[in-house]
């Protein structure tokens, strides 16, 4: 069965440092892999997405993620992190349920918080 | 602005009251999703229509009863909830529900159950 494990459930970072936020899936083919972003009472935002192609993918806000299949794992990434990052992450994986129909399994999220 | 409106933002209802949350998508989508975050556990997903037709029921119990009415709208009727049922409940959208399609969330409807 899909599955997606988030490790870290909360990542205190400085603002101005980097970011590498961990994700890992299983699935049996090759997937389609998603970072959303959940700011407080707010709903999901797409980051980026990885379908094919270039295992390094670039997103919104200054994101990237790596594809690596070997490790099985999509880590987002951030070179400077700036207190308007502090909010929950949450990796997701395509996944089918039937035919060509398919959905989203997603981790337990990561909570970031921004120290000044 | 993402697209998917939810509404209301906060419902608070007894457990013998019937409510219902409303989701409206104005990316002309054909797909629309509802789903529970619950805190500490992954976002669980209820129910999946396509054309407004359902496809996906995650084993939900019947106190939830959805209807799509056209590929616009949502809703989700709620009767007899449970405490445990209070969470936030999210609706998304997509193209379609084929493999791969990437989903719109609205900002969720707080739920709280007394």
């Known amino acids: 069965a899909q599955s997606v494990t988030q490790p870290d459930i909360h990542i205190t970072v400085s603002e101005g440092a980097s970011l590498e936020l961990r994700c890992n899936y299983s699935?049996?083919?090759?997937?389609?892999l998603f970072w959303y972003v959940q700011s407080p009472g707010q709903g999901l935002q797409l980051l980026l997405k990885?379908?094919?192609?270039?295992?390094l993918v670039q997103g919104i806000k200054g994101f990237e993620a790596e594809f690596k299949r070997s490790q099985s794992s999509f880590n987002l990434r951030k070179p400077s992190v700036h207190w308007s990052d502090a909010a929950e992450y949450f990796c997701a994986v395509g996944a089918f349920y039937g035919g060509s129909q398919g959905n989203l399994i997603f981790g337990k999220g990561t909570k970031l918080s921004v120290k000044p | 602005e993402t697209g998917v409106t939810q509404t209301p933002r906060h419902l608070v209802m007894g457990m013998t009251n019937k409510k219902s949350l409303k989701c409206e998508q104005h990316l002309g989508h054909n797909a629309m999703y509802w789903y529970k975050q619950s805190a500490k556990k992954p976002l669980e997903l209820m129910f999946v229509y396509s054309l407004e037709e359902r496809v996906e029921n995650n084993s939900v119990p019947s106190r939830f009863s959805p209807e799509c009415p056209n590929s616009s709208h949502l809703f989700l009727h709620l009767h007899t909830l449970q405490p445990e049922d209070s969470a936030l409940y999210l609706c998304?959208?997509?193209?379609?529900?084929?493999?791969?399609?990437?989903?719109?969330f609205g900002a969720g409807t707080r739920l709280s159950v007394l």
């Open positions: 990885y379908f094919s192609g270039d295992t």
């Open positions: 998304a959208s997509s193209q379609d529900e084929t493999y791969g399609n990437i989903q719109y």
């Open positions: 699935y049996g083919a090759t997937p389609y």
